[in-house]
Every structure is written in C-alpha cells, then in structure tokens.
C-alpha cells in the first residue's frame, strides 16, 4: 500500500506488544492501528483463565480508537511470535470489516519483523456481513 510507513507501523505493534498480558498461554500479541489523521493506536491481548473472555491485540487497539473517537483507519500491523507471523482471527477480521474495511493489514513475527506480509481486510473476509446504520 503506497504511501504508508509498514516498519514503523510494524515498529509500533512490537512496542505495544511489550503491553501484552498472557499469563496462560505466553504468546504475545501487539496491534498498531493507522488513522486517516495519521494517529498509531497501539494494542495488545489481554488474557482470560475463561479463555473466551480473551482479547486479541487487533480488538484493544480498535476499541480504544473508536472509544478515542477515531472512524477512519488506514492500515493495521499485527505482529507475534509466530512462523510468517500471526493472522487476526475471525472475530478480528469482522471488527476489521465493520470499522475498518478499506485498511491495510501487515502481518510480522517478532523475531524477523523486516518481513511484512500484506493484505487487505477484504481479501482476509470475503463476503463480510456488514449492516449499513
């Protein structure tokens, strides 16, 4: 995607990853998410001992933009440490569609983060079902 910054994108989804809390499982999870204004939104998952109450980095960082009153995101960079990186789950991608369906999203393991992947929240969700308020 011209004309966005991937490695510092990339950059800030590993700092907020040091925020991660994963006394269970240990696989940490940092999110940094682009406004239109040019804001980063950093996340990072926060864990459950009722696993289903968990929640991925990709989410913190949307909810507490939307609740900073950002509405226009650009990209987001999704970084773990995880072979190729990890992809933002099911829950995330329709979060991602709703609020975010023209964003960019990087993909990056920590431990070799200069290798971005790249997608688009369409190509993660085909198909989304999204309702127009």
Do not use: H, W
């Amino acid at each position: 995607m011209a004309g966005i910054n991937k490695q510092k994108l990339v950059r800030a989804a590993l700092k907020a990853r040091d925020a991660a809390v994963a006394p269970y499982s240990k696989f940490k999870v940092g999110a940094a998410l682009l406004t239109k204004s040019g804001k980063i939104v950093g996340g990072a998952n926060v864990e459950s001992a009722s696993y289903g109450l968990t929640c991925c980095a990709e989410r913190v960082a949307l909810f507490k933009a939307l609740t900073e009153g950002e509405r226009d995101f650009i990209a987001i960079a999704v970084v773990a440490r995880c072979d190729g990186g990890a992809m933002p789950c099911g829950a995330c991608r329709q979060l991602l569609a709703e609020y975010a369906p023209e964003a960019a999203v990087f993909v990056a393991d920590s431990r070799n983060a200069e290798v971005i992947k790249e997608f688009s929240v369409r190509a993660l969700l085909p198909g989304a079902f999204v309702l127009k308020p």
